[in-house]
């Protein structure tokens, strides 16, 4: 059995073979990262081709999208137990067939269940490929495992990809006019991916495999049930009329059930899929509500900012394409930002994510005085811009709070527990609730007699829901501002908690001397 890598030299990858130079090892794996992180079931930018082929609903695309995105969350617990079961090799083979199974056969079936088992597939393999890469090349990225380093580059890829791949197939799809192109570019590169790993690679271990067990199938898929019942209420929500159907009333009972069910299995099973001890450190709750945050702040464009577009502006999917490129841009400067304020600057981190809000909060503020019938789209990019900056901020730091607040062991288990948070089922939840509240703003200001058009009250609305997304951030921007202000941490450090004020004036009261009359 071959023996650990060597660390003289270039930085290599064991299980590599002889003839691939070492300082192109590296860079592969990159590559392969960059296409399983590309790859999904049904791409966001091919939803109108869809719906427009098979005479679906947006509801029911978006619902197998959200699929995908649920299935990319739920892996993080069996990653390491997978990795020291098998090789990299076969991790690599495995994960990259599966992919290109399922983004060959989701183009051939109409059946809207179909497609979305074959997309929450899809985004589970696809995570257990990019992790792979990305743990064979950690030491290249950050020799000394420095997370401060090696989380914004990864957020580089993930965040810069995230917004990448709309723009590339809504342009691919434009100069093929047909949504399967995607499908089978990625099905392609997959099988790239599979040919160069099993024609460059070997079967390299360090340790002997152990035993794949203590391994909660069941507990991932009620999880799993969990949050898609929770995804499907506010996306169905709209077209049901929420908890007047039997529909919602169904989904709800199915979720207070399955949710019954996933905290039983939690406390009565040896080896649970999210450990109870997982939840109990002190500062998780808030953690896991900043990213709830980032998701409300971010789930904005995806009504208010298509409405305004479409409705308003009357612009097509391609032509807001180019929003995407912006978006990517941000997140890119906002990583290599946050690189260079941790490990340059040397800056608080609590600082960091006040400049995040802030540059999050910008995007709603400028959008309430850009609604404009007349608006360029030009006038859009810094606005998107300052959103992506925010969100790559919150989402690099965030995920390093996690890391320092818990221990290996549990880690892997928060990162579920912030998919589960940011992986859908907030970003459902908000865009439910901008479309209702979009609609019940249309109703109020046609009931009050405006005299406007359509597309002027619809443009009011928008408008109105900027309003009160802006307050909200601003209201969260001013406890950053108030906590990151050293006279007031100062000042709230000396104040005492209010359970010591209570005994104190409970001792003051029980040792009062009565009162002579």
């Known amino acids: 059995m071959p023996g650990p890598p060597m660390l003289q030299g270039p930085f290599r990858i064991p299980s590599f073979n002889g003839y691939i130079p070492r300082r192109l090892q590296p860079w592969i794996y990159l590559l392969f990262a960059f296409i399983f992180l590309m790859s999904g079931g049904i791409y966001g930018g091919a939803m109108s081709q869809v719906m427009g082929e098979y005479s679906l609903m947006r509801e029911d695309v978006l619902m197998i999208v959200m699929f995908n995105v649920v299935g990319v969350a739920m892996p993080f617990p069996f990653l390491f137990k997978m990795k020291f079961r098998f090789t990299n090799r076969q991790l690599l083979l495995n994960a990259a067939l599966v992919v290109a199974t399922c983004n060959f056969l989701i183009m051939w079936t109409d059946s809207v269940p179909v497609m979305c088992i074959l997309a929450y597939i899809a985004g589970f393999f696809k995570l257990c490929g990019t992790f792979e890469c990305m743990s064979a090349i950690q030491l290249w990225m950050t020799s000394k495992r420095d997370f401060t380093i090696f989380f914004p580059l990864l957020y580089c890829i993930v965040l810069g990809n995230m917004f990448l791949s709309p723009w590339i197939t809504e342009h691919l799809i434009y100069i093929y006019q047909d949504w399967r192109i995607i499908n089978w570019t990625m099905t392609g590169a997959l099988l790239l991916v599979a040919f160069i790993v099993y024609v460059t690679t070997h079967d390299f271990r360090f340790m002997k495999p152990l035993p794949f067990i203590s391994i909660d199938y069941l507990g991932c898929i009620l999880w799993s049930a969990w949050m898609l019942e929770f995804i499907f209420f506010f996306n169905y929500g709209e077209h049901y009329n929420w908890l007047d159907s039997k529909m919602m009333q169904m989904d709800v009972l199915l979720f207070i059930i399955t949710g019954y069910f ?184 046609m009931s009050r007699g405006l005299p406007y058009d359509a597309t002027q009250l619809l443009m009011i609305s928008i408008r109105q829901l900027y309003g009160i997304t802006c307050l909200i951030g601003i209201a969260v921007l001013l406890i950053f501002l108030l906590w990151d202000i050293q006279p007031v941490r100062s000042t709230l450090k000396k104040m005492p908690a209010w359970n010591f004020v209570g005994r104190k004036m409970k001792k003051k009261i029980m040792h009062r001397p009565t009162e002579i009359k």
């Open 262 to 445: 996933c905290i039983q299995r939690m406390f009565h099973i040896r080896h649970p899929y999210i450990e109870p001890g997982a939840w109990k450190y002190k500062r998780l709750i808030p953690l896991l509500i900043l990213f709830a945050f980032v998701e409300f702040m971010g789930s904005t464009p995806k009504v208010l900012q298509t409405a305004f577009t479409g409705g308003v502006l009357h612009f097509g999917t391609f032509t807001t394409n180019v929003l995407n490129f912006v978006e990517w841009v941000g997140a890119i400067v906002g990583c290599l930002f946050c690189l260079f304020w941790c490990k340059v600057l040397h800056q608080k981190y609590t600082r960091l994510l006040t400049i995040g809000v802030a540059a999050m909060v910008c995007y709603p503020v400028m959008m309430y005085f850009l609604i404009d019938p007349g608006l360029p789209i030009e006038a859009l990019y810094l606005p998107t811009f300052l959103r992506s900056f925010g969100n790559a901020i919150f989402f690099c730091m965030l995920t390093i709070y996690l890391e320092e607040l818990m221990p290996f062991q549990h880690f892997f288990m928060g990162l579920t527990m912030a998919g589960i948070i940011r992986n859908g089922p907030i970003s459902a939840m908000c865009s439910g609730l901008y479309s209702f509240g979009l609609r019940y703003q249309m109703a109020d200001n």
